[in-house]
């Protein structure tokens, strides 16, 4: 079992991870720390200091004191060094998937083979990005006469705030697009799995990023999220997390006029229908229980054709009961355990009250009682009424719903049928169907034919609750800067 070592550094499957905030370029203690639970065990797996509004204020002043400095790098300047951040993430991808899977219970293998090479990803692709693309002076769009210089200039600095789900890889994806446009930043991770956002510290630090650059405060949030939130020294706001927060937070920031970008939840459909390949279709609803389900992007509700519902049903249970659940640091586990009692708790309720609406559950319902802690069944429902709260609610955890339509447009009609527009999935066995279909799904996101394909260049984010804006490419770039027209006289010289 891990136990802390000492109060300043947890050691975490071999790694030492320093349990302090990360300001100003130094190690910050707090007199107050928060126990770091493992849902692989439920043990406490670090004694994590704990923020309140002083170690935010220190923060958001190392971050101000040192942005003039960063921004004044330059593009091509800042690129370097973030090159070397990604090259300092690859050197320890095995460090950083250990402690991620401890921290929060996600596989190993995901973290080994995607997602934390995507962490380096999210550094690399921006400086390149940021290169390209910010480093034209003289981005122009035509004037009657005069000549319009389009410059994209450092907004200041960046609060970033990130969910359990994907820790690292949804911090850096703001981290990174933040810091190449020449901002500085501070890092609230989740409480629930704080342990590689202190690890990137080192590695940022060792990468040459110049002290108040990244700065990390940990902590609950209403300790430390909500004065980051509130505080008047940052410039923009990026969050990642629940439709609840998200007001909270919007209030916070309305006050200050701080722009906002969200990220939030989804109810995303899966839409099979009647020519679609079947083989696919089914694999695509599979993995819809990785992460054990916790994934904003997750197809929770999956609408079927009638005529291919039954024999979907039959394969997807069967290709679910074969998923082996267990502990996320075996290569062969497919499906791990919930992040926390709370939220298994929650998910129970939500499964519960889902049978007692009426639903049935033809794989899973309950708690996994041979493993027994955190790990609750990959769980199918079908029949659930349309109006139950498992058909309108985020659940996050391994459940999914399966319903059939007749009609393409009652298919459309019950994806659209959500508060929420994160993403969407069509399986299709035609071109005509897939551009018809897919230009009249409500999200941010739609597959078709395909799940999970994220280029950073494109745009990402939600319609209706699950979000405000987009990040990705230049998009990223229109909210982390301060895009400036500098209009010039054609006249006026002293030549
Ligand atoms: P959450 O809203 O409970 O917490 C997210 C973060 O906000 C945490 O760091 C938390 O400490 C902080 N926070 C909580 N209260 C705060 C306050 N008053 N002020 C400031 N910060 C505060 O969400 P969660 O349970 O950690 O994550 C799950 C949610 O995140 C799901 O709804 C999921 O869909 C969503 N999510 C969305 C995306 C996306 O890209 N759209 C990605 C992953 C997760």
Request: glycine content about 12%.
């Given at each position: 079992m891990d136990l802390?070592?000492?109060?300043?550094?947890?050691?975490?499957?071999g790694v030492d991870v320093d349990v302090r905030h990360w300001i100003g370029g130094e190690r910050v203690a707090s007199d107050r720390t928060f126990d770091d639970i493992s849902p692989i065990d439920e043990t406490v797996i670090a004694r994590v200091h704990a923020a309140g509004a002083d170690e935010v204020d220190r923060a958001v002043a190392a971050a101000r004191a040192a942005f003039p400095t960063w921004a004044a790098l330059g593009v091509a300047g800042r690129a370097a060094i973030l090159r070397r951040v990604?090259?300092?993430i690859e050197a320890r991808i095995e460090d950083l998937a250990r402690v991620e899977t401890r921290d929060n219970g996600s596989l190993i293998r995901s973290h080994r083979r995607g997602v934390m090479p995507r962490v380096a990803m999210n550094f690399r692709a921006f400086a390149d990005f940021a290169?390209?693309?910010l480093s034209h002076p003289d981005m122009e769009v035509p004037g009657r006469g005069h000549r319009q210089r389009i410059s994209y200039d450092p907004a200041g600095v960046v609060a970033i705030i990130t969910p359990w789900n994907a820790p690292l890889m949804l911090a850096t994806w703001r981290i990174g697009p933040a810091l190449a446009a020449g901002n500085t930043v501070v890092v609230k991770p989740p409480e629930w799995a704080p342990l590689t956002a202190s690890l990137l510290a080192d590695i940022m630090h060792e990468a040459g990023v110049p002290d108040g650059v990244f700065n990390v405060v940990q902590g609950t949030?209403?300790?430390?999220?909500?004065?980051?939130?509130?505080?008047?020294?940052i410039n923009r706001l990026a969050f990642t997390g629940s439709v609840p927060t998200a007001g909270v937070i919007a209030k916070a920031a309305a006050e200050n006029i701080v722009p906002l970008s969200y990220e939030l939840g989804g109810k995303s459909p899966l839409v099979v229908l009647e020519d679609a390949d079947l083989d696919l279709a089914v694999e695509i609803a599979v993995e819809q229980f990785d992460n054990a389900g916790q994934v904003c992007l997750k197809a929770a509700r999956m609408l079927v054709h009638s005529s291919l519902v039954e024999e979907f049903t039959a394969r997807v249970v069967a290709g679910a009961e074969k998923l082996v659940q267990g502990d996320p640091r075996e290569e062969g586990t497919d499906v791990s355990a919930l992040i926390s009692r709370?939220?298994?708790?929650?998910?129970?309720?939500?499964?519960?009250?889902?049978l007692a609406d009426g639903a049935t559950a033809l794989l899973g319902g309950g708690p996994n009682e041979d493993l027994g802690g955190l790990y609750f069944r990959p769980t199918i429902l079908v029949g659930a009424p349309e109006d139950a709260e498992i058909m309108t609610e985020e659940v996050f955890g391994p459940v999914v719903t399966i319903q059939s339509f007749e009609t393409e447009e009652e298919a459309v009609a019950k994806a659209n049928d959500t508060r929420f527009g994160l993403a969407a999935t069509l399986v299709t066995g035609s071109k005509e169907?897939?551009?018809r279909v897919s230009a009249q799904l409500d999200a941010g996101t739609v597959w078709v034919n395909c799940?999970?394909?994220?280029?950073?260049?494109?745009?990402?984010?939600?319609?209706g609750k699950s979000g405000i804006g987009r990040e990705g490419g230049l998009w990223s770039f229109d909210f982390y800067t301060d895009i400036k027209n500098s209009v010039f006289s054609p006249g006026g010289w002293k030549e």
């Open positions: 802390p070592r000492n109060e300043h550094i947890a050691t975490v499957e990604a090259e300092g290169e390209h693309k949030g209403a300790e430390a999220g909500a004065p980051l939130t509130a505080h008047p020294g709370r939220h298994f708790d929650q998910i129970s309720g939500f499964v519960d009250r889902a169907a897939a551009e799940f999970f394909v994220r280029d950073l260049e494109a745009p990402f984010g939600g319609n």
